[in-house]
């Protein structure tokens, strides 16, 4: 008599850990570009999600840029720095809400590509934290971390993508 061995048990748990370590997968609802990095993601020290600098345009941080003038260059920005003064960003052009966890090995490709090239000129990236932002992930459908959704001046939905690793792919899907 032949005793059963335990191979698919074994096979549907490597098979579960690779899916988890691959990183960010898209909801079924949801349109995905998303493709494999060549490289791997830096590794996370905390489990909330990047914190972009305040504002990477070179004339928002001088003095001698009015307040309520917006940047010229693109931004990449935290969730408060956008809700101190969304018009300025709306003002500048396009606004995407990028929900993304620092555990998440595709958002950290993109927060390392928008770090180190930044975001196109009319183009702001506000960087909002997938495990805290329950309410917005709410209101914009959001189920899974690496999503990026576009929004207006009343914070109405203009587009939503998974996919981007670069502030030039961001740009390229707005609407």
């Given at each position: 008599?032949?005793?059963?061995?335990?191979?698919?048990?074994?096979f549907?748990?490597?098979?579960?850990?690779g899916i988890v370590l691959a990183g960010c997968a898209s909801d079924a609802g949801e349109a995905?570009?998303?493709?494999?990095?060549?490289?791997?993601?830096?590794a996370a020290s905390s489990t909330t999600a990047a914190a972009p600098p305040a504002d990477v345009t070179a004339d928002a941080a001088t003095s001698e840029t009015p307040a309520a003038q917006a940047?010229?260059?693109?931004?990449?920005?935290?969730?408060?720095?956008?809700?101190?003064?969304?018009?300025q960003y709306h003002d500048a052009g396009d606004v995407v809400l990028f929900?993304?966890?620092?555990?998440?090995?595709?958002?950290?490709?993109?927060?390392?590509?928008?770090?180190?090239?930044?975001?196109?000129?009319?183009?702001?990236?506000?960087s909002v934290d997938?495990?805290?932002?329950?309410?917005?992930k709410q209101e914009y459908g959001v189920t899974v971390q690496h999503?990026?959704?576009?929004?207006?001046e009343s914070g109405a939905?203009?587009?939503k993508f998974t996919g981007a690793l670069t502030g030039e792919q961001i740009s390229s899907k707005t609407v």
């Open positions: 008599m032949m005793r059963p061995t335990k191979k698919p048990a074994v549907v748990a490597a098979t579960a850990l995905s570009d998303t493709t494999v990095a060549s490289q791997p993601a830096p940047p010229a260059a693109g931004a990449w920005i935290d969730q408060a720095t956008y809700e101190a003064n969304k018009q929900f993304n966890a620092s555990w998440c090995p595709t958002c950290q490709q993109t927060v390392a590509n928008l770090d180190a090239d930044g975001v196109p000129p009319g183009v702001t990236v506000v997938y495990d805290s932002a329950s309410e917005l999503t990026f959704v576009q929004v207006d939905q203009q587009a």
